[in-house]
């Protein structure tokens, strides 16, 4: 099993920049994915921001430009900087990792429980 425990979240003014913070724990072989997906009011869960083993990442149509994604695999920690956030931002952001526990094992996903994140105008 593997546990995510999620930070950063909180309230911030139109233009500001947070920090979100997901550390993965627990009983796995290795980690591949680790990716930041969000549901804001009125749409469906998205893909926000999504990095690799090898340090690869990808982002969002609304991501790009504003967010980054980065992780330390030695602390099994991803994070998401966001910058210049609007409140079409707010919403629930939640941690993706895909773990595998044995190393036959396929790759699995696991979410964080979710953090909000609010932006006023």
């Known amino acids: 099993q593997v546990q995510l425990v999620e930070s950063g979240g909180g309230s911030v003014q139109a233009g500001g920049s947070l920090r979100l913070s997901c550390a993965a724990s627990?009983?796995?072989?290795?980690?591949?994915?680790m990716n930041w997906y969000r549901e804001v009011t009125g749409k469906e869960r998205e893909l926000v921001a999504s990095?690799?083993?090898?340090?690869?990442?990808s982002y969002g149509d609304s991501a790009k430009g504003r967010f980054t994604i980065s992780r330390d695999n030695t602390q099994n920690t991803v994070y998401l900087f966001m910058t210049n956030l609007q409140p079409d931002d707010t919403g629930i952001y939640y941690c993706?990792?895909?773990?595998?526990?044995?190393?036959?094992?396929?790759?699995?996903?696991?979410w964080g429980r979710g953090i909000p994140v609010a932006v006023s105008s």
């Open positions: 993706d990792v895909e773990a595998k526990q044995y190393s036959y094992s396929p790759y699995t996903d696991y």
């Open positions: 627990g009983n796995f072989r290795s980690i591949n994915g």
């Open positions: 990095s690799t083993r090898a340090g690869d990442s």
